[in-house]
């Protein structure tokens, strides 16, 4: 994926700091918003991993920092839910203008309230999910308790959330006592509603989901998240999410064919500097993920790079397999390909620069399930030695690398 920084103007002229996050050919099929939890940012763990996740099933997605937080201008002090909800207006205006309308917006904590709002008027959204969603603004409140009587009195009061300071003012909590978000989503039709939250939240109770799903019109989803706190400060709660929502949303967008490239080249891998290992691969008109193990400094999402070749591989050799069974109406009913991968040593080896150089030997085993006779089962192991990727890894390939 790529991740450009940009900004955009809210409707009282301040900049907005965001990243759009793009899918690895760079052509995202929809956009996605993404309005991160009360007092957090976009750099926040949850936003991170879920817009990676919508990015790697091809869609381009913003994410910003709200009026007064992280990098964007203004004093959070003097803003309140209403302006949220405008800044997300905001963003969909600024994708509609620059690229293309949105049409999924996906919300954390408040996030997701404002973006149930947001997306009653902005026609273009096809596809709200929210995550530990309060299913009434006002729910925020009991965040600021310790401070209320201090706001009535001086009309503000220093409040700490999340360990860290904010002002909040009198004018804030008003406007969330206006709010009223379930008669809102109740005349919302033609969009479609996915409910993520956990049973075990002890900021926004579970019962704020129940009522957000009874309120909205089908198509409607609800998904527990058994285990994950608020914040889904876990990475594996705020992957799984990711991973849920993106392929939750492809149902409800349009996505075009995708043009194929127009070079040779339809292998691309994709490594951001805070991701470690985790690399991005986009194949043809595939994506899949490749990493390295917990024990050798990764995070252990995806095959590694020899695992990838052994499988390619072993792939491989069941279609050759299977190709030459099929052609001569022998009874293989199934193929098991059993590959190993190891650096050995290689005694005849003539372009060794040293006696402890080691090459690499891969051990395949395969076992074959049917009604065959011994002659066929020895044809069908020679004939796995004719498959490509076999002739290409016995062969010396040559690999030219260039700046692009």
């Known amino acids: 994926m790529s991740i450009q920084k940009i900004e955009f103007k809210n409707s009282s002229g301040k900049n907005l700091a965001a ?10 099929h929809n956009f996605a918003i993404f309005a991160h939890c009360f007092t957090c940012n976009k750099n926040f763990n949850a936003v991170r991993f879920i817009s990676a996740a919508l990015a790697a099933k091809g869609f381009g997605v913003l994410s910003f920092d709200f009026t007064g937080l992280g990098e964007s201008e203004g004093d959070f002090s003097d803003t ?15 994708l509609k203008q620059n690229y293309q309308a949105p049409a999924v917006i996906v919300g954390h904590s408040l996030g997701g309230a ?7 008027d902005f026609a273009e959204i096809k596809a709200v999910a929210t995550i530990g969603s309060p299913s009434a603004a006002q729910h925020v409140a009991h965040l600021l308790q310790n401070g209320i ?17 904010f002002t909040i003012k009198k004018q804030f909590i008003e406007d969330l006592q206006e709010q009223n978000l379930l008669s809102v989503v109740r005349t919302m039709r033609g969009k479609a509603f996915l409910f993520l939250h956990s049973p075990q ?72 500097a805070d991701e470690k290992f985790t690399t991005r691969i986009k194949a043809g008109e595939h994506q899949l993920i490749a990493d390295e193990p ?6 252990n999402f995806g095959a590694s790079p020899y695992e990838l070749v052994a499988a390619g591989l072993a792939a491989c050799t069941a279609m050759t397999l299977r190709l030459y069974a099929d052609r001569k109406k022998w009874d293989l009913r199934e193929i098991y390909v059993h590959i190993s991968h190891e650096k050995s040593h290689l005694e005849d080896c003539l372009n060794c620069d040293s006696a402890n150089s080691k090459i690499d030997t891969f051990t395949r085993e395969l076992e074959l399930i049917g009604n065959l006779d011994e002659e066929q089962r020895q044809r069908l192991l020679e004939i796995a030695d004719k498959c490509p990727v076999h002739r290409t890894l016995e062969n010396t390939a040559r690999i030219k690398t260039k700046l692009k």
Not at 114 to 120: I, P
Request: glycine residues 8%; hydrophobic residues 40%; aromatic residues 8%.
């Open 149 to 165: 009587s201090e706001i009535n009195e001086k009309g503000a009061a220093e409040i700490n959330i999340g360990g860290r300071p």
């Open 294 to 299: 917990e024990s050798f400094g990764g995070n």
């Open 201 to 272: 939240d002890e900021t926004v109770s579970i019962d704020n989901a129940a009522e957000l799903y009874r309120a909205a019109f089908h198509p409607k989803s609800f998904i527990s998240l058994d285990g994950a706190d608020h914040l889904l400060s876990r990475r594996e709660d705020a992957l799984y999410v990711g991973d849920l929502i993106a392929s939750w949303a492809n149902r409800y967008v349009e996505i075009p064919p995708e043009k194929k490239l127009s070079t040779t080249s339809q292998i691309v891998g994709y490594l951001r």
């Open 114 to 120: 404002a973006s149930l709002l947001a997306a009653h």
């Open 80 to 94: 309140n839910f209403s302006g949220s909800v405008d800044d997300l207006i905001c963003a969909a205006e600024f």
């Open 19 to 28: 990243k759009l996050e793009l899918p690895i050919n760079c052509r995202p």
